[in-house]
Structures are given as C-alpha cells and as structure tokens.
C-alpha cells in the first residue's frame, strides 16, 4: 500500500511540475515517414539535431515521405520526398540515394540520414539559422579518371537462404522448415527472376496415451521473364511448378504468356501505380488422390486478369488488388481475389489500419474424393471444400498530446523490462 502511494505521489508531482523543455529552440520541425519500412526513428532524432522532429505530419514545416525499391544488384533505392508545409508551402524537392548489396542496417541509416540533412538544407537557408550553417564536401579519394566498372556477374544476382523454426513441450512440437534459391538479372530493358523453395511444417501432439502428428509439405519454382516496350508497357512469360500435399497437388505446371499495363510511367512506382496485367495460358495437374471429379490428372487452359492501385502519399499508404481467373474450357470453374492494405491518417493523431482480402473459390478441383478423417480436419493437413475464404484485420488509433518528438531516453527499452 506504502508503495502504491508513492507511485501515486511521485506521478501527480510529476504532471504538476513544469515540462521539461525539449532542448534548444531549433530551426524548423520535420515529420520523418517511412511507414513503408522500419527507418529506426531514434537515430534519427540524435542525429538531425537542428529541427524540431514531430510526431504528427500537420504540424511540420516539412514532411519527409521515404519509400524504397530493390535495385537490380541487390541493393535499395531510397527515394525521398520533401513537402514544404506552412511557411515553407510549396517548396517541394525529391532527392534519392542508392544502398549496395549486402549493407549493413547502419550503413543503411547513415545514407538516409545524410540524405534527409541535404535535402533539409534548402529550407535551413530559408531561416534566420542559416547565419549559423556551414556545408562541407569531404575531398574525394581519388580524383583521377576512373574506368569503366567491370561487372563479372553481369548483373545476375544469388540469393541463398534457409530458416528453421523450432518449439518444443512435454506433450507438444512443431517444426517449420523452409529453404529458398533466388536468381535475378535486372537491367533497363529486361527482367528475369528464377525462384525454387521448399516448406515442411510439422506437428506432434500427445494426448494421454494417444500421439497425433500433422505434416504439411510443399515445394515450388517458379520462371519470370520480362520485356519492357514502353515507359507503361511490358510485356513477358511466366512458367511455375509445385506440389502440395494440402491441396492434393503432386505436381501442378502452368505456362502463361502476359501483357501489363501501368497508367502511371514506372519510374512512379514507388509513389503510385495502376497496374492492368493480363495473362493466358495451361496449367497440367497431377493429383495424390483422385478427385471429386474422378480425376487424377487432367491440361487445363486458362486465362487471368489482375488490377492492381498502389499508393504511397503524405495521407498514407494503400494496396488494393483485384485479380480473377478462370478455365476456358469451363469458365464456371474459377477464382475471384480481392486484397486490401491501407494504412491512412483520417485526422490529425488519428490513424486507420487495414488488411485484408476476401477469395472467391469456384476452382476446387482438386479436393480429394471421399471424406477427410477428424484429425486432418483439426489439424487442416488438407484444404476443405469452401465457396469462399475471407481474412480481416482492422485496428484504429489515436495519439495525441505534445507534438514534439526530439528526446531520446532508452533506459529500459530491452524487451525483459517491459510490464
């Protein structure tokens, strides 16, 4: 009791006692946005000290949207706009910086941030604090006439990579496994990507004197090739094949030659895009089982067509994709997908969040005649019929209060201390 009084004390004196100033009085206030990705937002306050960093984007002089794209070398492409607000109103600048492959979180960040304070340089000149800024350019290493940059890849890159994710009870444990090989070659003209990966996910349950066990196993790989035509056209095949034993699938082989088209150029991409791609070709099936159709293998041609609107703005961002398709031979037998992710700022501290997408499934033909045992139906080792597949998930939140942001405090930010 004595110390739930002086918890209570010390916070009444606490919300009594003048606020703490938030240092020095500084140039102008930025809002730093890069929702697209984790950008470590204390570095950043440490090390841009001559603006005010707020936590709301109305109440900046600037507003700093970053977005990023992978580069064709396996690095990022970091593009930067700067919205003047307020008293800078319409000084509007875009500046971008290029991350190579295999760099480092810091390296990372400390290109950003020498980004962000260029581009904040010609609102600084436009303040009374400009009197007290120096700009400095380091001498370059070299100055002499460098040669031509030798590629001996030839702009193919290689991506190795495995995971293994385990967790172990007395009467419980599951594993999940899975493993991956990535090539691609990125240039003006062409886009090639080559894909092969492979899951297991496994799991053991006892039950008294009873054992259940679950096993789900897929593998893929996929072939991409891609022409650009025109600063909206491309054009390209994409040829797949893969085997899962959720959906009764030993093999599945599809080829389909594509065309898309981008109402906005894709040097845009990462701000905007309204993508129409459309695609025919076959898929042959090899089932584990026989079907409900009385099948166990069948060459099916089809075609598919998906409109996708991308949008990253000062107001948020949003994802939203349809895309339908469905056999030639039967177009009764089809699939119907709508996805949705929006992450927008309605007013002020108030932000809405949304994920989800809704399936519309006339495609099952591959479901295993006969009937499903109660463990594979607990366990979902295999897909159960269904007209539909439908996933949410919707979250709303308000921040308000002081808008300044500067103080960085990380005393007992480790995840043991937290209550």
Known sequence: MTLLLGALAAAIFTLAAPARAQGAARAFSVYLDCSDFYCDPDFYRTDITFVDHVRERTAADVHVLITHQQTGGGGR?????????HRFDGVNDTLSVTTGQGATEDEQRQALSRTIK?????????????????????????????????????????????????????????????????????????????????????????????RVASVRRDYGGAVQQVK??????????????????????????????????????????????????????????????????????????????????LQKQKWGSLELDVNGYHYLDDITQSRLTYYLEADVRLYKGLSL???????????????????????????????????????????????????????????FSNAMSEF
């Open 77 to 85: 492409l970091y593009t930067l706009a700067f919205y003047g607000q």
């Open 228 to 309: 650009t035509i025109a600063k909206r056209w491309a054009a390209g095949i994409v040829a797949g094949a893969g085997s899962s034993t959720f959906l009764n699938e030993h093999l599945v082989a599809t080829v389909a030659p594509a065309v898309e088209f981008n109402a906005y150029p894709y040097s845009e991409y990462t701000r905007r895009a309204l993508i129409l791609q459309y695609r025919v070709g076959g898929r042959y099936l090899l089932y584990d089982d026989t079907t409900v159709y009385f099948k166990t293998s069948e060459t099916r041609p089809l075609e598919s067509l998906t409109l996708s609107l």
């Open 353 to 411: 969040n949304l994920f989800g997408n809704y399936i519309v499934m006339h495609d099952q033909i591959y479901l295993a005649k006969g009937d499903l045992t109660r463990d594979q139906v607990l366990l979902r080792r295999s897909q159960l019929a269904s007209p539909y597949n439908a996933f949410v998930f919707a979250g709303l939140n308000y921040t308000f209060g002081s808008v300044f942001n500067n103080i960085v405090n990380p005393r």
């Open 118 to 210: 260029l581009g904040l340089a010609r609102y600084l000149a436009r303040t009374p604090d400009a009197t007290r800024a120096t700009l400095s350019v380091a001498a370059a290493a070299d100055t002499g006439k460098k040669a031509p940059t030798r590629d001996p890849w030839k702009a193919w890159v290689f991506r190795v990579g495995a995971n293994i994710n385990a967790s172990r009870e007395r009467d419980f444990k599951s594993d999940y496994i899975y493993g991956s090989l990535n090539a691609s070659r990125l240039t003006d003209q062409w886009k090639t990507n080559i894909r092969v990966n492979e899951n297991y996910n496994g799991q053991a349950f006892r039950i008294g004197q009873d």
